[in-house]
């Protein structure tokens, strides 16, 4: 695969040496116009996903015009270290669907695509690359070693891209947000939860259980590393995220706001099953690995729902959990729905 780099992606070459663009023939031509066609039929069905054009990729105009973060989006320096990282973080991109979701959802600039060599083109490598040519996002070609060696994942899949920062939304926006279908606000708070792989993957499974926002505290938590957005597979595109100084103020204004918070933990007062708010504006809660929720939070709380276990083991893993959480509260909606129907 040797992938055509844009105006801008030849200045990073270095160690990695980046091809030189090679003319493309009329069977390629023709290739790249079927995978477009493609990826448009692809997106139509994403419509409904929120953040995604209702018909069609995003558009080098619609890309151009979405919010580009703060000091990620200048691009000065190249990619920050990930422990410098400030605000919501994400401007390193690391995975095949990670980086295709990136590039479809069309909402932060993407500065450029680096691809390695000798690498079998899949389908979602060939997708990701076709997107960037789409775009006109500069796609460098680069040995597995240099590669690997700007990677902050142990596994990057043999891409990476470098975008603007997630941008940042306001707390009073999410409390009222609604979703794509007119739902309640259906928020997930996460208290000190410091594993990133766990933060991901229980952002991927909120996005697909349709939750509207997510909550992150500034302090004692993992933010949008490489590792997160990874893990996520893309969610981190589509879930909008408020950063907050301490949760507790955070959940007490979401309840002045009329979202019901309900923490999640083995200790609950109430059970998971029997959740009866799920329907109405919504904020669940989970705690850290471990220690669960901390005391002010559960404090703020306005109920305390735990989980029923029937096995030998005491606990859940975090994302395990709050994707049980998730879908619980999305079954009840979805029954509620049919109920008034």
Same mark, same amino acid.
Not at 59 to 74: T, V, Y
């Given at each position: 695969m040797s992938p055509a780099r844009g105006g801008g992606g030849g200045g990073r070459g270095g160690a990695g040496g980046a091809k030189k663009k090679k003319p493309m023939s009329p069977a390629a031509k023709k290739a790249v116009e079927a995978k477009k066609a493609k990826h448009a039929a692809a997106s139509v069905r994403k419509a409904d996903r929120p953040g995604a054009r209702a018909a069609g990729r995003p558009? *080098?105009?619609?890309?151009? @015009?979405? &919010?580009?973060?703060?000091?990620? *989006?200048?691009g000065r320096g190249g990619p920050r270290k990930q422990g410098a990282a400030k605000g919501l973080g994400g401007d390193q991109v690391e995975g095949r669907q990670a980086v295709r979701e990136l590039l479809l959802a069309g909402r932060r600039r993407v500065r450029e695509i680096i691809v390695a060599e000798d690498q079998d083109d899949t389908e979602v490598l060939q997708d990701i690359v076709d #997107?960037? #040519? @789409? $775009?006109?996002?500069?796609?460098? !070609?680069?040995?597995?070693?240099? %590669?690997?060696? !700007?990677?902050?994942? !142990?596994?990057p899949q043999g891409v990476i891209a470098h975008a603007a920062e997630l941008p940042e939304? @306001? #707390?009073?926006? $999410? *409390?009222?947000?609604?979703? &794509?279908?007119?739902?309640? &606000?259906? %928020? %997930? *708070?996460? @208290?000190?939860?410091?594993d990133p792989g766990n933060l991901g993957a229980l952002m991927r499974s909120a996005e697909c259980a349709g939750v509207t926002g997510v909550v992150l505290?500034?302090?004692r938590a993992v933010h949008v590393t490489a590792t997160v957005t990874k893990a996520a597979a893309g969610a981190v595109e589509? $879930? &909008?995220m408020a950063l907050v100084g301490g949760l507790p103020t955070a959940l007490r204004q979401l309840r002045d706001a009329g979202v019901w918070v309900v923490g999640l933990d083995m200790g609950g007062d109430t059970d998971l099953f029997d959740l009866e708010v799920a329907d109405q504006p919504v904020c669940l809660v989970l705690g850290a690995e471990g220690k669960g929720l901390s005391r002010l939070v559960r404090e703020r709380c306005d109920a305390v729902a735990g989980i029923p276990l029937l096995g030998q083991l005491a606990s859940l893993n975090v994302s395990a959990a709050g994707a049980l959480a998730c879908f619980e509260v999305t079954r009840r909606r $979805?029954?509620?729905?049919k109920e008034r129907s």
């Open positions: 558009s *080098a105009r619609s890309r151009s @015009d979405a &919010p580009r973060g703060g000091a990620g *989006a200048g #997107l960037a #040519l @789409d $775009l006109k996002v500069p796609v460098r !070609e680069v040995t597995r070693t240099r %590669l690997f060696a !700007e990677a902050r994942t !142990e596994s939304v @306001d #707390l009073d926006v $999410l *409390a009222r947000a609604k979703s &794509p279908q007119g739902a309640p &606000p259906f %928020l %997930l *708070a996460v @208290d000190g939860v410091t505290p500034k302090h589509y $879930l &909008p $979805l029954q509620a729905t």
